[in-house]
T-cell receptor, first 114, second 111 residues
Framework: AQSVTQPDIHITVSEGASLELRCNYS??????LFWYVQSPGQGLQLLLK??????LVQGIKGFEAEFKRSQSSFNLRKPSVHWSDAAEYFC????????????FGAGTRLFVKA | DADVTQTPRNRITKTGKRIMLECSQT?????MYWYRQDPGLGLRLIYY???????NKGEISDGYSVSRQAQAKFSLSLESAIPNQTALYFC??????????FGPGTRLTVL
């Protein structure tokens, strides 16, 4: 069965420091890959997505993610974190035997300290 | 105006009551979804619909039912609410390249 693993339940970084959130997926082919962000009290918003082509994708708010087929990973990065980035981040996949259903990871909560 | 709206935003009810959560969208998408979110569990799919005649169970459909009244409307019902259905519920649509668009959520508390 398809699955998405986000190994870190929560991460704390200092403002201005770099960030990497990990995501691994189990899938038989290249899925559609997404990162969503959920700010407190809000719904989820798309940060970025990967379907094909260049394996480094750029998203909103200065985020980027790199698809690595050999590692079944799609890690999210940001070079310099801002206090407003504090939120919960979800990695997700769509496709394959799951059809048009999104499989979400459990999420990583990001805390930003001054 | 928001593209995906949910009503109510908050609801407190008692065990055994029937509850309906409503979702409307103006994005023109055929695919609509209901999820529940619990801390540490991410989002879990309850039901999804690809059009008014195509409704499918998700991974946690027991205790829930849905109605797709029109392309733009997709309602979730709890026929007899129980405390472990206390959660945050999200409605979402999906476009042709599988991106999901979420409503603001409904916080449901069952006492």
């Amino acid at each position: 069965a398809q699955s998405v693993t986000q190994p870190d339940i929560h991460i704390t970084v200092s403002e201005g420091a770099s960030l990497e959130l990990r995501c691994n997926y189990s899938y038989g082919a290249t899925p559609y890959l997404f990162w969503y962000v959920q700010s407190p009290g809000q719904g989820l918003q798309l940060l970025l997505k990967y379907f094909s082509g260049d394996t480094l994708v750029q998203g909103i708010k200065g985020f980027e993610a790199e698809f690595k087929r050999s590692q079944s990973s799609f890690n999210l990065r940001k070079p310099s974190v801002h206090w407003s980035d504090a939120a919960e981040y979800f990695c997700a996949v769509v496709g394959g035997t799951g059809g048009f259903k999104t499989i979400f990871g459990a999420g990583t909560r990001l805390f930003v300290k001054a | 105006d928001a593209d995906v709206t949910q009503t109510p935003r908050n609801r407190i009810t008692k065990t055994g009551k029937r509850i309906m959560l409503e979702c409307s969208q103006t994005k023109g998408h055929d695919r609509m979804y209901w999820y529940r979110q619990d801390p540490g569990l991410g989002l879990r799919l309850i039901y999804y619909s690809f059009d008014v005649k195509d409704i499918n169970k998700g991974e946690i459909s027991d205790g829930y039912s849905v109605s797709r009244q029109a392309q733009a409307k997709f309602s979730l019902s709890l026929e007899s609410a129980i405390p472990n259905q206390t959660a945050l519920y999200f409605c979402a649509t999906m476009d042709r390249v599988n991106e999901q668009f979420f409503g603001p959520g409904t916080r449901l508390t069952v006492l």
